[in-house]
C-alpha cells in the first residue's frame, strides 16, 4: 500500500488504495492550537456541522441519506493530540462490488460528507439556532457526566493538576462556563475561521486510485479553495517542571477507588528516545506481562487492572489501577518500586524480547484496520522526523537495554491522583 | 474438510468436525496481517445448575463460577500462559458471557506456536487452593470496578427486572459473597463437564493456509485422550412469561441520569433459521422505531430527552430474548414513558414499506462492514453456530424478510402491558 498525496487548495489528500476492506474509509482531520477561547467551539463545532446541511436540513435527513447508501456511517469527534485540538470527520460506505445492487456508492458518500463539512445549514452568517442550541443542551450533558464515569473522571482531574499551567490542562470536551457565551452567530463566524486557519487533512481508503479520487475531490471540496493556503506547525513545548511532585486525594461515594500516577517522559514521536519510550513503557506496564500487571495483579491481589501508558503527543506516562481504598500505601509502593526496578536495569532481556514481539505485532495489527493505517500515517505527518512505517519495526528491533535505562532515568514523577470511596463504606 | 464458498461476499470458510466432537473453523483473509482464533466452549454464567460428568445428581454452583475458571485456566503448572503467548508475539485475551466462554488470541506471526498454545492451555486445567484463593481479591475488585459503573448496573438491572428466576438475572462474574464459596473441587467439575471438545468451537481467521491449519490442529487434537462424548444435563427453573418488575429505580453517584427500556420475548425456544429470521425482524423494526434516522429519534433529541448515548439492542438465546433501548437523560422517567408510548404508536400504523427497504439496505452495509472485523467474524459465527445458525446466511435473510414477517415479531416482541420493564439510574444527590 503506497501513501500517493496532492493537494486541493488549502486541503492536503492523502490516498492509501487496497483492495482488503469490503468497505472505503473517508476521514478528514482539522487541527489547531488548543486554547482556552477555541476548545469549547471546536468541541461544539462539529456536532453542529453533522445535524444539519443545506440540502439536509435536519439529522434525521441526512441520516436517512447514508442509509440509502446501504448504511454508510459518519462520526464526528474532538480529540488532543499534545497541545493541538483535532475535529474529525469520520465516514465508512459499502464497495459496491460485495452488494447486488452495484450502483457506485463512494463518490454519493463524498458528496455527502462535503456537505456536511461545507454546506451547514444557515441564514445569513449564522447557523441554525434550534440546531446549535440543541448541541449545546447535548455538551453540556456529556461534559456534566464525565463525573460518571469514575476511571474518566480520575484521569481528568490528573490532567488538570498536572499540567494546571499549559494548554494540555483544558479538557478536550471544553468548558460548561463557556457555552451561555456561544450563539449561533458566534459559532458561525468561529467555524469561517477554523476553514481558513485550521491544519487540513482528508484520508481515503479503500479500493480507489489516486486519478479518479483528484477528480472527485476537486468536485466537492472545490468551496475550499476560496480559503487561504497555509502550514500550521504541529505545537509542542517541551515543560520543565520546577516544582516538587503532588499528591492529591479526593473523597467520593465509589466502591472502588481510582489510583492515577502522572510522569513527565519529555519524549516525544519527534524524539529519538520515542521508541526506547515505548519499549520502556512494554516492560513496566503495557501489556499482561508487564511489571505492574504481575507485581500489583498476579503477585499481590491488589487489582483487577494496573497499566501504564503513554501520552506521545505531550511526552506524559500514566499509570491506572482501581484499588481498594485502603490499599492506597500497598499500591503506590509496588508501583515505585517496580519504577525503581526500572531505573536500576533490573528486567531482563527475555523481557525485551518479549515486549519487541508484541509491539511489532500490535503495530502490525493497527495497520489492518483501514482507520488504523490513517492514525500512524497521521502520527507520522505530525512529526517532524519522518519514519515510514516500514521502519518502526527496525526502529523497535534496534531499541537495547541502556535506551531503556537512560529514558526510565529521564522520568519525573508529577503528580499521584487518588479518586478514593468514604471511609466508612469501606469497612464493610 | 468441507469448502463454502460465498460468492457475493468473496470469502471462503473451511470447516470439519474432529473424532473428539471438535468443530474447526477456518476462514482465510488475505491482506490482512494478523491472525485471530477464537476457542469457545457452550457454557456461560447461566449454566449454574447441572449433572457434574459421570453423577447422578443435579449440582447448584455459585454466582460467576464460569467467569471464575476463565480466569483460572490461565495459570499453567509452568506459571502464567500470557507471558508465553506474549513471548510469541501474540496478545491474548478471554470473555464470559451468558452462553459462552471464549479464549482468544490475536498474533501476526508465529502462528502454530500460537494456536498449539491456545489448544493446550484450555484443555490442561491446573488449579491449586492457593491460586484460586489469591484470585478472590482481583475478581472482587473487577466486581467492584462495574458496581461503580452505572451503564453496567443500569443494564443489568434491567435484565433483573424483566427475568425472576432465569439466571441470565445474575451478574456474569458473581457477587463478592457468591466468589468467596468457590474452591477447586467445583472448578474442576465445572471443567470436565463444560469443557469436552464436543462442546466447543474452534475459529480461526485471518492470514493463513486454511489445509495447513486445519491438519495442524488436527494432529494436536489427535495427540490427546478425551472421554467419550456425553450429552451436558442443564437444569433452568421455569420462567414466567411476563416481567417481574415493571420499574426498577437504582440511585447512583452520578450527574446525568440514565433509562433503559426493555422487552422479554414470550417463548424463547427459537433456534436456527427461525431464530435468524426473528432477531433480524425485531433489529430492522427497532431501527425502524428508533434509529438515527427515524422520526421519534428526532423528536426524542430535540425535546432535550436524549443524547448521543442513545442506543438500542437485541439478544436472543435459547431460552431468553429481550431487547433494550435507551441512554443517558436528565428526564429519565419521562425518557422511558416517551419509548413506550412510541413503540404502542407504531404498532398502531401501517409498516412503511418505503422505510424498510432503507433500513434493510443500512442493515446489510452494516453487516458488511463487520466482515472488516476478525474479531467480529469469530465470536459472531461461533455465537450463531452454537444456536445451529450460519452468519453467512444474514443477507439472504435479510433480504428475505417481508412485510409480513416484520409484523409478525412487531405483535410479538413490543407488547407493553406484561412484557416490558424500566430501570432508572437516578442522581443520588450529595
Known sequence: MKLQTFSVGPLHVHVLPSTTYKTNTLVLHMRSPLTKETVTKRALLPYVLQSGTKNHPSRKEIRQSLDELYGATLNVDVSKKGENHMMSFKMEVANEKFLSDDRPLLERAIELFSSVILQPKTTEDSFDSTIVEGEKRTLNQKLSSVYDDKMRFANKRLTEEMCEEEPFGLFVLGDANDLPEIDEKALYSYYQEALSKDQLDLFIVGDVNESDMKKVIEKHFHGLTSFPQRELAFENKPFDLKRDSKEIKEEQDVQQGKLHIGYRTNITYSDEDYFPLQLFNGVFGGFSHSKLFINVREKASLAYYAASRVESHKGLLIVMSGIETDKYDAATKIIFEQMEEMKAGNFSDQDLEQTKAVLKNQLLETMDVPRGIVELEYHNLLSSTKRPLDRWMDEIDKVQKEDIIRVAKKLQLDTVYFLKGKEESSNE | ?430
Open chain 2, 1 to 430: 474438510m468441507n469448502k463454502v464458498t460465498f460468492d457475493q461476499l468473496q470469502e471462503t470458510l473451511y470447516h470439519e468436525e474432529l473424532p473428539n466432537g471438535l468443530q474447526v473453523y477456518v476462514l482465510p483473509k488475505p491482506g490482512f496481517n494478523k491472525t485471530f482464533a477464537t476457542f469457545t466452549t457452550k457454557y456461560g454464567s447461566i449454566d449454574n445448575n447441572f449433572t457434574p460428568l459421570g453423577e447422578k445428581e443435579a449440582l447448584r454452583v455459585p454466582d460467576g463460577i464460569a467467569h471464575f475458571l476463565e480466569h483460572k485456566l490461565f495459570e499453567d503448572e509452568e506459571g502464567d500462559v500470557f507471558q508465553l503467548f506474549s513471548k510469541q508475539g501474540a496478545s491474548a485475551n478471554a470473555f464470559t458471557s451468558f452462553t459462552r466462554t471464549a479464549y482468544l488470541f490475536s498474533s501476526t506471526m508465529n502462528l502454530k506456536e500460537n494456536l498449539e498454545t491456545l489448544l493446550n492451555f484450555v484443555q490442561k486445567p491446573y488449579f491449586t487452593d492457593e491460586s484460586v484463593e489469591k484470585e478472590k481479591g482481583i475478581i472482587e475488585q473487577e466486581i467492584k470496578m462495574y458496581e461503580d459503573n452505572p451503564d453496567w448496573r443500569n443494564y443489568f438491572g434491567l435484565i433483573a427486572s424483566m427475568f425472576e428466576k432465569h439466571p441470565v438475572k445474575i451478574d456474569i462474574a458473581g457477587t463478592v459473597k457468591s466468589i468467596h464459596e468457590i474452591t477447586k473441587e467445583m472448578l474442576y467439575k465445572c471443567y470436565e463437564t463444560f469443557y469436552h471438545p464436543s462442546n466447543m468451537v474452534f475459529f480461526v481467521v485471518g492470514n493463513l493456509n486454511p489445509e495447513e491449519t486445519i491438519q495442524f490442529i488436527r494432529e494436536n487434537q489427535a495427540g490427546k485422550e478425551f472421554s467419550k462424548p456425553e450429552k451436558i444435563d442443564r437444569f433452568f427453573d421455569e420462567e414466567p412469561e411476563g416481567v417481574h418488575e415493571k420499574q426498577v429505580k437504582i440511585p447512583m453517584n452520578v450527574n446525568t441520569g440514565k433509562c433503559l427500556v426493555g422487552f422479554k420475548d414470550r417463548k424463547p425456544d427459537r433456534q436456527g433459521k427461525d431464530l435468524l429470521a426473528y432477531e433480524l425482524s425485531i433489529q430492522l423494526l427497532l431501527e425502524m422505531m428508533f434509529g438515527q434516522s427515524s422520526e421519534n429519534y428526532q423528536t426524542l433529541y430535540e425535546a432535550g430527552l436524549i443524547d448521543d448515548s442513545f442506543s438500542f439492542d437485541y439478544s436472543g438465546e435459547y431460552g431468553f430474548g429481550f431487547s433494550v433501548i435507551g441512554g443517558d437523560s436528565d428526564k429519565p422517567e419521562l425518557l422511558g414513558e416517551r419509548i413506550s408510548s412510541m413503540v404502542e404508536e407504531f404498532k398502531g400504523k401501517e409498516l412503511n414499506e418505503e422505510l424498510l427497504e432503507s433500513i434493510r439496505k443500512k442493515k446489510i452495509g452494516y453487516f458488511l462492514r463487520s466482515l472488516n472485523s476478525p474479531e467480529y467474524i469469530a465470536n459472531q459465527f461461533t455465537r450463531y453456530r452454537f444456536n445451529d445458525m450460519d452468519l453467512f446466511d444474514v443477507i439472504p435473510v435479510l433480504e428475505s424478510i417481508s412485510k409480513q414477517d416484520l409484523q409478525t415479531a412487531l405483535e410479538e416482541h413490543f407488547v407493553v402491558d406484561t412484557q416490558s420493564s424500566q430501570c432508572l439510574i437516578t442522581p443520588k444527590g450529595e
